[in-house]
């Protein structure tokens, strides 16, 4: 992994601060977890009210936190006053989402002056065992200059 240095030397209390304003990812029970230049952890407890038909945890919420981890993780090497927006991604699901809890990685694959490439997994733990489930390549952008938008 790239030894990235953050322009922002505040990144993690912006990130952290961020992350709470994000209703959606915490009414689903995700916590940040580990934050560190371009790369973050996002962990989700297993609940029954995010399944889909078949009892595993829907698509739709495992892209949701990996999608905000490599948001985040990007977002760590931004300069002061910017904020993320993902641009576009692409997930496989590689494995039912099963397990006591599911955690999301986000880390940067290339920092550029207007977009970020990042990549992302998820992964189910069960009584010990770690199952990726799935695989994330997005790319997010840099915001200058739209104060109403805070990280």
């Known amino acids: 992994m790239p030894d990235f240095k953050p322009k922002n030397p505040d990144y993690e209390r912006q ?3 961020s992350f709470l304003r994000q209703k959606f990812i915490v009414n689903l029970g995700a916590r940040l977890g580990h934050v560190s230049p371009g790369r973050v952890e996002i962990e989700l407890p297993f609940d029954e009210k995010l399944t889909q038909q078949h009892g595993f945890l829907h698509a739709g919420v495992i892209t949701a936190i ?8 990007a977002l ?18 590689l494995a039912p989402a099963i397990g006591e809890r599911i955690i999301a990685k986000g880390w940067v694959i290339k920092p550029g002056r207007n977009i970020i490439v990042c990549s992302g997994e998820a992964a189910a733990l069960d009584k010990g065992e770690k199952k990726i489930v799935a695989v994330m390549q997005g790319t997010m952008a840099v915001v200058r200059d739209r104060p109403q938008l805070k990280g």
């Open 15 to 17: 990130i952290r601060e």
């Open 76 to 93: 760590s090497l931004m300069p002061p006053q910017s904020a993320v927006l993902s641009v576009e991604y692409k997930i496989n699901m």
């Open 66 to 73: 990996v999608d905000s981890a490599c948001g985040y993780a």
